[in-house]
DNA sequence: CAGTGGTCTAGACCACTTC
DNA sequence: AAGTGGTCTAGACCACTGC
């Protein structure tokens, strides 16, 4: 009867020491500060690196820690509110600390499961407009919207075919359409490369990946793919009533 | 001048692996189909087991894979388009393939976060709801609904204090609030023992955490905290108008 | 340049599922 | 008992940052 079971699950390494770190993070750190290096971490808790890299990884991917490389691991701030689909009506790029920078725009043949989504051909190439999110001069989102021709009528063929005007010339058509709905998704992604850069982030790099099918008479006017980087970012949906406490 | 700057930026090999796989799992296999394990595939590929399972891992990240302990690693199907937030008005059990399975409640001091929320002290007991969401026999996520007794005043004293029964007397009551709007975020998160052994995946498993917020009469009425499979949920956000193209 | 995190190896053993 | 993925080790070298 005095038997109590001690241990018979024995949780692995690396989960006890995620737990011990992340006590040491809530008590005995501040945000910001750095920790000591990986091999003088994995000495102390006599663990080998790989096995405390585990540890720190999964902390990383919680928020609470921030990992870069020739500098060393720090303590993460809590998490940004990121409100998605509440810039004010559509594609105006805000100003301020929280906002849009529109980077380029190119012609260029959408992935299949956009094209899908576009109800366009799979070949069709269209309108893809680069835009970078950004807070308080840090990157949050690498976003790629996709417009069909025709969503843009307006749009006249002598404009520069490329590049920063081009793109707000697309922009600038798109918001006369009446937008009937939003339908978004959410799902788990890793960064691709070209993400990756303008995220400051390592290739394959945890993110949220929004997709956004923006309807109008119907159809289809644009298909926007927005990859947030999951190890900041905490996303966050409003349906108006009410400040939004959740963003905090 | 035909120096072409080969490789000059040599892609990390797990990286590279990832692609191959990727690409094959495209072309050579059937969902369910079986892989060969681990330890064929590296010596297959010429690498250590360790780097093809980085290889793996990010696969499984994105939804391609799914790999079980003592079984092996198969082809996961597409990831099942999840509809969040609209069961239909509230919190009731519906039926059919897609259903949320209420488990038990209990009385229980939330986390610091979720009383935060809620607006009640720190150390206020509310009661703690848990259901699952199932689909296709599967399970989806893990909630824990957490409600204060003040919103729920019609709940009889005298009726059994915990387990499934009184987990439903809650929602019963729950359901006769109006609501006056939600509000809700998501965040990358890992799951928690408990939520694991439901999700049927191991402790640390990555999840997408949607936090809602339930707003009645200026206050708040209700916070639930579910945990979603990121492996297998694509979560979406419909706003009423239009058929769920996203969902697919 | 020194110091950091990122990648990679070649092994060992453990926990779990299936037969 | 056999076979799978999960954990862990002790090393090595690479890529990047900052002084």
Redesign the interface.
């Known amino acids: 009867m005095g038997t109590t079971q001690l241990e018979s699950v024995p949780?692995p390494k690396y989960?006890h020491l995620?737990t011990v770190l992340s006590d040491a993070l809530d008590s005995e750190f501040a945000v910001g500060e750095v920790l000591p290096n990986e091999r003088e971490l994995a000495a102390r808790f006599g663990v080998a690196r790989a096995t405390l890299r585990q540890a720190l990884e999964?902390l990383e991917?919680?928020?609470r820690l921030q990992r870069r490389r020739g500098v060393g691991t720090t303590v993460a701030p809590p998490?940004v509110?990121v409100a998605v689909g509440d810039y004010a009506h559509g594609w105006a790029d805000t100003s301020g600390e929280d906002s849009w920078r529109t980077v380029d725009s190119v012609e260029a043949v959408p992935p299949a499961a956009v094209a899908r989504?576009l109800e366009t051909a799979p070949d069709t190439p269209v309108h893809r407009v680069r835009r970078t999110r950004m807070s308080h001069g840090r990157p949050l989102a690498a976003e790629l919207l996709y417009v069909p021709a025709e969503s843009v009528p307006g749009l006249a063929a002598i404009e520069t075919p490329s590049g920063p005007a081009r793109a707000r010339a697309v922009l600038r058509e798109l918001r006369r359409l009446e937008l009937?709905?939003?339908?978004?998704?959410?799902?788990?992604?890793?960064a691709r490369a070209d993400d990756a850069k303008e995220l400051d982030r390592l290739?394959?790099a945890?993110v949220?990946v929004v997709?956004t099918?923006y309807?109008t008479e119907?159809r289809?006017a644009a298909v926007a793919v927005a990859t947030y980087r999951?190890?900041t970012?905490?996303?966050?949906?409003?349906?108006?009533?009410?400040e939004?406490?959740?963003?905090g």
């Not at 009937?180 to 998704?185: A, D, N, P, T, Y």
């Not at 939004?244 to 963003?247: C, P, T």
């Open positions: 949780e989960w995620k999964q991917l919680e928020g998490r509110g989504l009937e709905g939003r339908e978004r998704s959410v799902e788990l992604g890793s290739p394959g945890p949220l997709t099918r309807v119907g289809t999951a190890d970012c905490r996303l966050t949906f409003g349906d108006g009533a009410g939004e406490l959740l963003a």
